[in-house]
Antibody, heavy 112, light 107 residues
């Protein structure tokens, strides 16, 4: 069974950092490009970042460029999202996706 | 950036009715179009990939089609479990972009 399990979310103050993880199982993680997608409360889906299957290429939406870093460890079948200089508008549920398979999501709340 | 204009924003339909949702791409995206269903409090589920291919385990009442840069999701006979919010997603180029969503309810 394919599973994507996110962790690392919670409440964080503006300007601080947080790192999300996504542990994959049930498929050959190293064969797939992966992405982070977020959804603010009551809003639609918004792509955040993508990483190629081998980690050699990464892409970001403009609003997170220079603040967020997507990475992966294929030996551990784990995807990461390092989020720095967090803003209130980054408050959302963050999903990792293959994008066939999706995790259950992890909530990130940026508030003082 | 490629814009995906999804319509309608909301839809109320009866059981067994045929439902169609569309996404208009602002430029050519080939077949790099997927459809997702999202239920409240849940993560999205892939329904259709490559514009017309049914994802594994998805009922055959769901189908996707393409006419130029317009993409459609059709539910041939609406069931109770089909309520939720539907999104299209283009992965032709970065940034990936989603449609605004269609909230489907039962009448």
């Amino acid at each position: 069974e394919v599973q994507l399990v996110e962790s690392g979310g919670g409440l964080v103050q503006p300007g601080r950092s947080m790192k999300l993880s996504c542990a994959a199982s049930g498929f050959t993680f190293s064969n797939y490009g992966m992405a982070w997608v977020r959804q603010a409360p009551t809003k639609g889906l918004e792509w955040v970042a993508t990483i190629s299957y081998d980690g050699s290429s990464t892409y970001y939406r403009d609003s997170v460029k220079g603040r967020f870093t997507i990475s992966r460890d294929n030996a551990k079948s784990t995807l990461y999202l390092q989020m720095n200089s967090l803003r209130s508008e980054d408050t959302a549920t963050y999903y990792c996706t293959s994008p066939v398979y999706w995790g259950q999501g992890v909530m990130v709340t940026v508030s003082s | 950036d490629i814009q995906m204009t999804q319509s309608p924003a909301s839809l109320s339909a009866s059981l067994e009715e045929i439902v169609t949702i569309t996404c208009q791409a602002s430029q050519d995206i080939g077949n790099w179009l997927a459809w997702y269903q999202q239920k409240p409090g849940k993560s999205p589920q892939l329904l259709i990939h490559s514009a017309t291919s049914l994802a594994d385990g998805i009922p055959s009442r769901f189908s996707g089609s393409r006419s130029g840069t317009q993409y459609s999701l059709k539910i041939s006979r609406l069931q109770v479990e089909d309520t939720g919010i539907y999104y299209c997603l283009q992965r032709y180029s970065n940034p990936w972009t989603f449609g605004g969503g269609t909230k489907l309810e039962l009448k």
